[in-house]
């Protein structure tokens, strides 16, 4: 006889963490700003975000929207945003989470392939779905946030449905391998894909979050990704949601950041890089200081040593910023602190060495395997390379997924099976090495290798060479074909805060610069662009694909 399944449903954090800290801030968000410009904020607390969402769950059941059915959720960020996501997870409903700004093809191509049965978006949202045709075969309950015109269904005003604090909505008993979400990434290095989240992986990763940078509950955090802005009630944290447009890090006002760590003594926050490059040229020119901040999380690109550097002046001695290592598919999987890459490992990615993402955390197995573009069908221990040679990144652990929504081709190219352990490996995409000590380097995307008659360059070490420069604010080396041959390019983009020179004699400093490196040699194409195209989400991935076609034009 079967052992009865344990039930595993991430929802169930919060009716956890309103018993033990009712009253405390779950979620505080800007509500507006008065005559003098100063801003209003609207919160819930534990208890009240666990009653609004056990109100919107036991609504969603009785119009239809119930356990098992996908369910696009495009709503900005608010307190209802926050208020549905636990409702479907209590539910044990899957919501489907777009990025918007991944463009109109992309939403209707990964709206299609995720079949869902339900809609809760935006009035804006809603007329985009009507007007493209999202998923139209498919939609059978609409929800609308706010004012419903001619689209039909109903609004979230009108689904909620009272409950009894002494009689709280019971969370749906999933298990660990019930599916629990489908996150598309980014689509930066392609069409994006939807991950299939089960339970058992976002419980994962919140123990390993908790584990790994020693979060407790009771503390402050300040989010400026909404999907990460999630994980804050999950941890027992209040998360004080900043007044910016999260689609545009690279564009925030560092005043309102530096406002909303003020103001409520934030002690986690999470920025990609470059927020965080934003944010300290500001405060570091106006001399502010963060002293509640205990630690800073950074990721979506490698963050480079003057960011790390420039923010550390604003924090405490023994503050620390993170850069966790992952992707949509696999999060976390390394991390290291600044106080280690600022005292020993940016000198060897200066060099060409690559950028050191630190030691795999715990429960996460990493393995460095020959580089290939075909599928593998079975894991083999001759396919892991040994230390110090550049091979593909690729994981294996509690918090992986197991494959992409409806896509079983990209399923097969991106999973290693193991059947002699049990399991998977996970290919990242992302080419590095192991060092004896073992760490992880990080060398760049394994689709952006740059490959000459005479060798293979990868983009992040021969890049990190020419970083060096004063005046460059970034580098993205791409191949261009010119008479069958793929000849190596790199296109630099200068910082207008320290540029004193002409593009000719930066150029002039820059072919000396890689000249002097075995590494760098080879490269002897130099192109300046204006502004890189990056990624919508972290404005920091570099659209390289994008820069290779604009170089074979120059």
Not at 194 to 201: C, D, F, K, L, R
Not at 471 to 476: D, G, K, L, P, Q
Request: with cysteine; net charge positive.
């Amino acid at each position: 006889m079967s052992e009865p399944r344990e039930p595993v449903n991430i929802a169930s954090h919060l009716p956890d963490m309103a018993r033990r800290q009712p009253d405390r801030q779950a979620v505080v968000f800007p509500h507006g700003r008065d005559a003098a410009g100063r801003v209003s904020y609207t919160h819930f607390t534990f208890r009240q975000l666990d009653r609004e969402s056990d109100a919107i769950a036991a609504g969603l059941i009785d119009y239809g929207i119930t356990r098992g059915m996908r369910t696009v959720l495009m709503v900005p960020p608010s307190l209802d945003f926050f208020a549905l996501t636990f409702a479907l997870f209590k539910v044990g409903a899957v919501p489907v989470m777009v990025d918007p700004g991944m463009g109109l093809r992309n939403l209707g191509q990964c709206l299609k392939e995720a079949e869902p049965g339900a809609f809760i978006g935006s009035p804006k949202a809603q007329v985009a779905r009507c007007l493209l045709g999202w998923a139209r075969g498919t939609l059978t309950r609409l929800v609308t946030v706010g004012p419903r015109v001619f689209w039909g269904g109903t609004t979230l005003a009108s689904i909620r449905r009272p409950v009894r604090p002494d009689a709280p909505f019971q969370v749906a008993p999933t298990g660990k391998d019930d599916v629990a979400a489908i996150l598309f990434t980014s689509g930066s290095t392609g069409v994006p894909k939807g991950a299939v989240y089960t339970h058992g992986i976002f419980e994962s990763q919140v123990q390993k979050l908790k584990a790994v940078y020693g979060i407790q509950p009771g503390e402050i955090d300040l989010p400026t990704f909404p999907l990460f802005a999630l994980f804050a009630p999950a941890l027992g944290m209040t998360a004080i949601i900043p007044d910016m447009d999260a689609t545009r890090p690279a564009s925030v006002d560092p005043v309102m950041i530096a406002e909303c760590i003020a103001n409520f003594g934030v002690t986690n926050m999470f920025g990609s890089p470059a927020l965080l490059n934003r944010v300290s040229r500001y405060g570091v020119a106006h001399g502010l200081k963060f002293p509640s901040l205990r630690r800073v999380i950074s990721a979506g690109a490698p963050v480079s040593a003057a960011i790390l550097e420039r923010f550390s002046r604003m924090l405490e001695p023994g503050t620390q910023i993170f850069t966790p290592y992952g992707a949509t598919e696999a999060l976390p999987v390394a991390s290291i602190g600044s106080h280690e890459i600022l005292k020993e490992t940016v000198a060897h990615t200066r060099e060409g060495g690559g950028v050191c993402i630190g030691k795999p955390v715990e429960g996460i197995e990493v393995k460095v395997v020959r580089i290939t573009d075909d599928a593998i069908t079975a894991w083999s221990d001759d396919l892991a390379l040994p230390a110090g040679e550049i091979g593909e990144i690729a994981v294996k652990g509690a918090n992986v997924t197991r494959e992409y929504y409806n896509r079983p081709a990209l399923t097969k190219l991106g999973k290693i099976p193991d059947p002699a352990h049990g399991g998977f490996y996970h290919r990242m995409g992302d080419v590095g090495y192991a060092d004896g000590d073992g760490r992880i380097w990080f060398c760049g995307r394994k689709s952006h290798r740059v490959i000459t008659p005479t060798r293979t360059l990868f983009t992040i070490p021969c890049e990190a060479v020419f970083n060096t420069h004063p005046e460059v604010f970034r580098t993205a080396l791409v191949g261009v074909r010119r008479d069958g041959i793929t000849e190596p390019v790199l296109c630099v983009e200068l910082d207008p805060e320290t540029r004193r020179q002409t593009e000719d004699q930066i150029r002039g400093e820059l072919l000396a610069l890689g000249a002097s490196r075995e590494l760098t040699r080879g490269i002897k194409r130099i192109l300046f662009h204006p502004a890189f195209p990056v990624d919508i989400r972290h404005n920091a991935k570099i659209f390289r694909e994008k820069l290779a076609v604009w170089a074979a034009r120059q």
